[in-house]
């Protein structure tokens, strides 16, 4: 039978201090540069489903967030992010 | 202007700077030998004998292997070259025919060198031509890539009636059967634009659009004596032109008007100031017409018109913005016959500023005003009743709110002459609006009286309960008085489900052709609701219910009461004689509902 004592206890959470100090010291550390993983966490760019209809054309425009798209805008942007992510 | 060199000039070209390096090279080579022949025959002529061991004359040359010189006399580097015994050289002669041969070669290289000079000098034009053609094959494709700008718009579907009737028509050109015909069914296609833009300069556009259209009639054609030609017209899918006009948009630059930077004049054949509009604010014209798009207005007109947004503040928000023109009465599809001209203008209000178009709410009002499409000596002629040649107007009130995941409006219609029976019946009518009558007539042997006429077999009356003449005559009378007023009131919007690529959509109308006649057998609703899914930036599909409900209880109308409008008792329609009493049952037309399968491809 094992018992906790006060100084089995201190160590534990020194222990647990020391852990959390380096996890967070690692994730404050900078990378070198954009990694691929950290591109794909980027937000997608806007989807024309999710966009409203301005005009029916040549070309069609549609607002998504606030701003005004042509068709063939949202499809090179949508084309660029699948590109980027394997699509 | 650039000198482009046709195949055949540049080839001759480059054989002449081949031809060119091919005599430099010889030239060399001549020189070489003639500098070496030299040499020799001068040591021969000049440096004395030398012996050789056994005291015979010999010529002894001596060459540097590195610097490859002839010499007469040994020295540090150099290598005997040759013996040539004295005796066999002839210096007086060889020196002659040198002589001769050097002439001959100086003739030569001075020949040579004025083929060269000319050679080079042509060569120097060719290769300045060459330097100027390239760049000129560029600019003409650069002009032409950013100058030049093709489009394409199509809209297909399936339909399938439940319940076939007569109506106006659903999408452009689109037909269906009538009464009697239920489970009809088609695949159609209403719309093809090819969209052509040309940018000349950057305040200068040209649009040309041909449209494909379905057309309707035969004629056919009787050649010779006994010849004929079947027509290939009915049904066949024709093209004609939808838009063609000029558009320049520096007018308020150049007058130095902020506000209504972006405005456009456009003139030719144009879009008017409400359809198109309306069409972008509803978003699903590939599925249906907007409210008075499926009445009666065109989408297009010939003429002159003004449009764009206006912009009083500095915030770059669209506060208004204003379409108006005079146009033929006719549609862009007919002959103008008038001598009048109408007009349109629209007005589009956003009280707290729109940041892109159709954004927040808005408030628009649109008026029209013009005349039926007769020349001007069949519409001054005196009459009861105007008809046809009364004037026209329509106006349109509305409500409307725009986000970006949905939309809503309210539209107030109203309307002079402005729903005639040809309207009505544009998707479908009876044969008797046509030209043909239906149903059977009564044209007994001996004259009979039937509802009030004379009816015989060479004086043929409509059977009010066979066919639609009698209804016909009714109707027209009803719409097409010259005094008939439209009132109608539409609703219609869309909603995206989040996290999808679905819509909801849907359009109610509430439309009364002629609100004197009470109660009228005309009044209709139509409704339409569907889902749309977006599949890509350039394609939608949609899956809806279409119909129209003509709600009134079926009634039938006496002729006295019916000669309130344009009725006229015994008179003729398709030479068959229309009743002159009693009553006409049926009035109210057959519900029509129907499913469609709708896709749009825009680019």
């Known amino acids: 039978m094992i018992v906790k004592t006060g100084y089995w206890r201190r160590g534990l959470r ?41 005009s029916i054309g040549s070309p069609s425009n549609y607002a998504c967030d606030g701003k005004v798209y042509t068709a063939f805008q949202l499809a090179k942007l949508r084309q660029d992010w699948e590109k980027s992510h394997g699509g | 202007m650039v000198d482009l060199c046709c195949p055949d000039t540049c080839f001759s070209k480059l054989d002449k700077e081949k031809d060119m390096k091919t005599t430099i090279s010889k030239l060399r080579s001549l020189l070489l030998v003639l500098a070496t022949g030299l040499l020799v025959i001068g040591l021969a002529g000049n440096l004395p004998a030398q012996d050789s061991a056994d005291s015979m004359p010999m010529l002894r040359l001596y060459i540097n292997p590195k610097t490859k010189v002839v010499y007469s006399e040994p020295g540090p580097g150099r290598r005997l070259l040759s013996e040539i015994p004295m005796s066999t050289v002839n210096s007086s002669e060889v020196l002659r025919k040198t002589e001769a041969q050097l002439k001959e070669n100086q003739q030569q290289i001075s020949e040579l060198q004025q083929k060269n000079e000319h050679l080079e000098a042509s060569n120097f034009d060719l290769n300045k031509q060459m330097a100027e053609i390239k760049p000129a094959w560029r600019d003409y494709i650069n002009n032409f890539q950013d100058k030049f700008r093709v489009g394409a718009l199509f809209y297909a579907d399936y339909r399938f009636y439940t319940h076939a009737g007569f109506q106006p028509q659903e999408l452009t050109q689109l037909t269906n059967l009538g009464p009697g015909n239920n489970n009809y069914n088609s695949f159609d296609i209403t719309r093809t634009y090819l969209n052509f833009f040309f940018f000349p300069t950057p305040d200068w556009t040209l649009r040309i659009t041909p449209n494909m259209y379905k057309t309707i009639g035969s004629s056919n054609d ?56 309306e069409e972008d604010l509803y978003n699903y014209r590939y599925v249906n017409l907007t409210p008075w798009n499926y009445l009666s207005l065109s989408s297009t007109q010939v003429g002159i018109g003004f449009e764009g947004p206006i912009k009083p503040f500095a915030d770059e928000k669209t506060y208004a913005d204003y379409s108006f023109g005079v146009y033929d009465n006719s549609s862009f599809h007919a002959f103008e016959q008038t001598d009048t001209k109408q007009g349109m203008a629209r007005v589009s209000i956003y009280p707290f500023g729109s940041t892109w178009r159709f954004q927040g709410l808005g408030l628009t009002g649109f008026y029209n005003y013009g005349y039926g499409n007769t020349a001007p000596d069949s519409a001054q002629a005196v009459t009861a009743l105007k008809g046809p040649d009364a004037h026209i107007t329509r106006i349109a009130a509305l409500l409307h709110y725009t986000a970006e995941q949905w939309g809503v409006a309210g539209e107030f219609d109203y309307g002079n002459n402005a729903f005639s029976a040809a309207n009505l019946f544009s998707g479908s009518g009876p044969s008797d609006e046509f030209g043909t009558a239906s149903g059977t007539q009564y044209g007994p042997k001996t004259a009979k009286t039937f509802y009030g006429n004379s009816c015989s077999s060479s004086a043929l009356c409509y059977n009010p309960y066979s066919g639609f003449g009698a209804q016909t005559g009714a109707w027209n009378a009803l719409l097409n ?87 006229v008792p015994g008179s003729k329609l398709n030479s068959i004689l229309l009743p002159k009493t009693g009553t006409i049952p049926f009035l109210v037309p057959r519900d029509t509902h129907s499913i469609f399968a709708n896709v749009e491809f825009a680019y």
Request: proline share 6%; with cysteine; net charge negative.
């Open chain 1, 14 to 54: 020194l222990a647990g201090a020391l852990l959390g100090i380096g996890i967070s010291g690692c994730s404050a550390m900078p990378f070198g540069g954009v990694s691929a993983p950290q591109a794909s966490a980027k937000a997608p760019p806007p989807m024309v489903q999710n966009c409203g209809i301005v």
């Open chain 2, 222 to 277: 009787k050649v010779g004596a006994s010849t004929g030609f079947g027509s290939n017209l009915d049904g066949d899918l024709g093209v004609r032109i939808k838009y063609a006009n000029i558009q320049y948009s520096a007018l308020w630059d150049k007058l130095g008007v902020s506000a209504l930077q972006g405005g456009k004049v456009l003139i030719g054949e144009i879009a008017n100031p409400l359809v198109g509009w």
């Open chain 2, 481 to 567: 008085n010259g005094q008939s007023r439209q009132i109608g009131m539409d609703i219609f919007g869309h909603y995206h489900i989040p996290d999808t690529a679905f819509t909801l959509f849907g359009m109610f109308q509430w439309f009364q052709p002629n609100d004197k006649v009470n109660p009228d057998p005309l009044d209709f609703q139509r409704f339409i609701a569907g889902l749309s899914y977006q599949y890509n930036e350039y394609l939608r599909f949609a899956v809806d219910s279409q119909n129209v409900l003509f709600y009134h209880n079926q009634q039938a109308e006496s002729v006295p009461w019916l000669e309130q409008f344009n009725y």
